[in-house]
């Protein structure tokens, strides 16, 4: 029988006992470390259970097997912590960043995300990651000393910077913040917690975005046969895809459709991963680091894909892209839905008092950006379906998004 290898703790990973601490000091748990702490917060966190109804591509009742937001989140976690796992990284850590990389995204997936960024346009534009950030250190409100779930900093940082630095040493926003500034509400989080913007994240970070990536790619292939808008003969002419149907009929014939979608989708994600740790690992024993600190500190992310893998992924992006994101029955769907996100927004401008009074209060508590900002939060807080309850109480007509 096969046992799994254990592989030692690497002396680049984040230690949960050393971690640099939260911004409001708590007493050491005993019987969890502070990473696993975040971990729990997180799964606890009504954000987190919101994730259930929020679309990742297709609405909510469109049928009880395709992924939500929260199903999403679950198997980035799972595959996380395998990353995790065989490089010697601390998994608590990697779960606990791939739990949360999606709370703030608003219902409608990406269609929400841009109606809000429009909305918004006058005051620094919607960002689902900064979002996420304001969810977690500012919306939930589960504890009597502070807002938030008051979170490591090791745990804000990978959230903020999973994808690479968001300025220069000089401060200056880089990457997709060059044109239009670091998000607002990063900003403000920067006044009482520096997240040293301009650094790398951790390994864990790294290795957690990487995981969302493999968990995109896998289970959008998934969905979209599941749909119809795709047969496995089209995925035929993706190479790595073409591969391993080649090996699955090898090896065990023509299955069925489903256990062969099953298959194909099982050995992407195994092939991802064994590249993923092969490539890493690679980057990690050229570097050479002897603490996390100097992962951040690298010239380059040391989590990542192989020249090979990276081609790959991009043909399974460029394949699904017209054909599931661009599909023009998924097009629809999404611009009734980007409708309903605006005529929502503009009508809790207009009208505060149609909001929650709780909502209602700060919102005409604030100034005119503050405001906008705070109409926002409570949209990108609502799952689908409530959007679409909310949209028929106040107006005569609602899409159905079907």
């Not at 984040?14 to 748990?29: C, I, K, L, T, W």
């Not at 003969?233 to 489903?258: C, H, K, N, T």
Request: charged letters at 30%.
């Amino acid at each position: 029988m096969a046992i799994e290898a254990v592989v030692a703790r690497a002396p680049y990973a984040s230690v949960p006992g050393a971690s640099r601490g939260r911004v409001h000091a708590e007493a050491v748990s005993p019987t969890r470390n502070a990473f696993r702490r975040d971990c729990d917060r997180i799964i606890h966190a009504t954000a987190f259970r919101r994730l259930a109804y929020k679309t990742q591509v297709f609405v909510f009742h469109e049928g009880d097997h395709f992924r939500t937001r929260l199903t999403h989140t679950l198997e980035v976690a799972q595959i996380a912590r395998s990353l995790a796992r065989a490089l010697g990284l601390d998994e608590d850590l990697a779960e606990a960043l791939a739990l949360a990389h999606d709370l703030g995204h608003p219902p409608f997936g990406h269609a929400g995300e841009r109606a809000l960024d429009g909305c918004l346009e006058a005051c620094g534009g919607f960002d689902h990651n900064a979002q996420t950030l304001r969810v977690v250190t500012a919306l939930e409100r589960r504890y009597p000393a502070f807002d938030g779930l008051n979170l490591c900093w090791e745990t804000l940082e990978g959230l903020v910077k999973h994808n690479g630095p968001l300025t220069g040493p000089d401060g200056r926003p880089v990457g997709r913040y060059r044109d239009r500034g670091v998000a607002h509400a990063i900003q403000v989080h920067g006044r009482v917690q520096d997240l040293e913007l301009w650094s790398f994240a951790s390994a864990e970070a790294q290795v957690a975005a990487i995981a969302d990536d493999i968990a995109y790619d896998a289970h959008d292939i998934d969905d979209g046969l599941r749909a119809g808008l795709f047969t496995l003969d089209d995925l035929a002419g993706v190479p790595l895809v073409r591969d391993l149907l080649d090996d699955i009929r090898r090896q065990d014939g023509e299955l069925e459709p489903a256990r062969m979608v099953h298959e194909l989708v099982r050995r992407l994600i195994t092939r991802m991963i064994e590249d993923v740790i092969a490539e890493t690992g690679a980057r990690l024993r050229a570097l050479a680091p002897r603490s996390a600190d100097d992962v951040r500190h690298a010239a380059g992310p040391v989590g990542g894909f192989s020249f090979a893998m990276a081609a790959a992924d991009r043909a399974i992006k460029g394949f699904l892209y017209p054909r599931m994101y661009r599909h023009v029955r998924i097009m629809r769907i999404m611009g009734d839905a980007e409708r309903v996100v605006r005529a929502l927004f503009a009508r809790y401008a207009e009208r505060p008092d149609d909001m929650p009074l709780e909502w209602a209060q700060t919102v005409e508590a604030g100034d005119a950006p503050e405001r906008l900002r705070r109409i926002a939060d409570f949209i990108a807080g609502m799952t689908d379906r409530y959007a679409l309850m909310e949209h028929a109480r106040l107006f005569d007509s609602t899409p159905e998004l079907r």
